[in-house]
Structure formats: C-alpha cells, structure tokens
C-alpha cells in the first residue's frame, strides 16, 4: 500500500505536494479546486501590511474632515483588509477540507504579533512569514539585520499556539547559522526560498518595468542545494522547498534532498489545479518502482548527510563539472 501522507509542522497532510501562497490561493473556487486535485494543504495568498499602509497613506494624502475621522479611516482599511482575510480562513477551512497555512507579510513588529492573533482566532491550522525587506541602509550590518527577523519569529511564536514556518531568501551570509536561529526563536519550520519581485528596464519606454513573475524549470536546483544541506544539520526541523518545480520529477528530487513538502505556484498558473494530481500519481509510481511504502522511507536519503560524496553539493564541483563538460565536447 503506497502511503504518500506526510507530517509538515506537526500537521498531517495526505501528499507532500501544497499550493504556495500567491494569488492563486486567494480565489476560493481555486482551493476547492486543488483541494480535489489531491494538494495536501493550501497556503493563502499573504496579507500585506505595505498594502493596508498604502491604502492608509493615499487616505492620509486626500486629508480629512478631522484627525479622529483620519483615525476611523485608518481602523477602518485596516479592519476591512484582516476582515476579509479572516473570512478566506474560514471559507476555506470549511470548503476544502484540507490543512490551511495562513500567510503574513509585514515590516512592523506590533502588526505582526496583531495580524498573527487574528489569524488564529479564524482557524488556520499553520502560520507562514513572509519576512523580508531590501537592506538600503549601508550602515546596517549583517547581526542587527538577522536579529530582528529572529525577533520577529520570537514575539510571534511567543503569542500563537499554531506552528510558524519562515519564508526566507537566500540573501544570508551564513544560512545554516541564520536557519538555526529561527529554530531557536520558536519556528518549526522554514520555506526554501522566497521569490521576490524583480524590476527590469525597458529599453523601448526607458522606463523600470516588471520582469516575468513567474520562475524557470531549474530554479529549483538553489533549493535543492540548501534543502540537502540543511535538512541534514537540523533534522528537527520541517523545510519546504519552493519556487521552480514544474514537473514531478522535480518535487521528488526535493523530497529526496530533505524536503517535507514542495511548494507549487507558477505550475499552478500555466497548467491548473488539476496538475496536482499528475504530480501524486507520478511520486507513487516512483514509490512503487523502488520499493517505498512511505514519503518517510526516502525522504532526505540523499542529503548531504546521507551520500558517500557530501561535496557533491559544494561549490568546488562546478570547476569538476565544467572540466568534465569541456572533455566530452572534444
């Protein structure tokens, strides 16, 4: 009997396969839909305070009769944004049927201990933070900017009762070290990586345009890296990998490297929901082929704690690959 049930942040989930946070996620006819298509939980589209602080300063731009109705504009934006995000929660809780991870994306200490609160109260099963902020300032140096996202984990953790996970980058001096921080702060898991928006330049307009949103087919190879290596030196601790895996071949290479679960989005995008189901039937014919009962029987098996030749993951090995390349091509 192929199980492909996992444990991710204390929570049981029938497939390693999720739906990453993005817009997708906040259409509640496309969770139902994912959640029939066999994804094991759904991560909802972040609330953004930068959008809730956007719409306040356009209110704050306008003015207002008084600083107390500003004041009841201000509560207001702020109550509708939560309010409709509670109500997301809880439709889908109750319409999929499967575990819902909450996600938060703020930049101020007391909105994220207040965003967290409300969102536990509404039901979600698991937390997402989304933390991260372009360093400007110069001055700023690697300790203090580290600290204050461990801050963050730590006052958040301190207030919910449910399991938070970190969407970080890969914009850290030392992961490892930054990772392992997070544990000891209170987070039960982290996500491998965040995709960030990325500006381009039209040449045309002469004018900074979005780049395409969406990720590449070997994007997932960053993710395969650090899911090995972290995987293998905190082995208490749930990492889920996420951006570029838009086939199932992919999603079992990260599992193999350590993953507990693999986040799908862009996938999501150009194939439909649907396309969750030919990533659970392709992992249980890998299963079958090679005599794995559970997710648990392989997962990791092939970190960097767990092969013959760890270096395989270190930079070194490209001079080697790049030397074998030139070989074959004379």
Request: proline share 3%.
């Amino acid at each position: 009997m192929i199980d492909t049930s996992v444990n991710y942040l204390g929570l049981e989930l029938k497939s390693p396969f999720i739906a990453a946070s993005s817009g997708y996620t906040a259409d509640l006819e496309k969770i139902v839909a994912l959640a029939r298509s066999g994804a094991g939980a759904i991560v909802l589209k972040s609330l953004f305070e930068e959008q809730i602080s956007n719409e306040i300063g356009f209110l704050e731009s306008v003015g207002a009769d008084s600083p107390e109705s500003l004041d009841f504009l201000k509560r207001y934006v702020t109550d509708y944004s939560v309010g409709n995000y509670v109500k997301l929660i809880k439709d889908a809780k109750k319409e999929s049927g499967i575990p819902v991870i909450a996600s938060i994306n703020c930049f101020s200490l007391s909105s994220w201990t207040d965003f967290a609160k409300e969102i536990e109260k509404a039901g979600a099963d698991a937390l997402e933070l989304n933390i991260y902020s372009l360093p400007m300032n110069r001055e700023s140096n690697s300790t203090e900017i580290e600290s204050g996202y461990w801050n963050i984990v730590n006052q958040v953790t301190k207030e919910l009762k449910i399991p938070v996970a970190v969407k970080i980058s890969d914009n850290f001096t030392n992961i490892g070290n930054f990772v392992n921080g997070l544990q000891g702060h209170g987070a039960k898991g982290a996500v491998l990586f965040n995709r960030f928006f990325t500006p381009d330049i039209s040449l045309k307009s002469m004018k900074i345009t979005p780049a395409n949103p969406f990720s590449s087919k070997t994007e997932y190879l960053k993710e395969l890296r650090w899911t090995a290596i972290l995987s293998s030196q905190l082995r208490q601790f749930d990492l889920s990998a996420s951006t570029g895996v838009y086939d199932p071949s992919s999603g079992i290479k990260l599992l193999l490297a350590g993953a507990k679960t693999v986040q799908l989005c862009s996938v999501l995008y150009k194939q439909g929901p649907f396309v969750v189901a030919d990533f659970n039937n392709e992992l249980k014919e890998f299963m079958k082929s090679k005599g794995f009962n559970k997710v648990s029987d392989f997962c990791g098996m092939l970190n960097y704690g767990n092969i013959a030749d760890p270096a395989s993951f270190e930079r070194v090995q490209f001079l080697k690959t790049a030397e074998q390349y030139s070989k074959e091509k004379k």
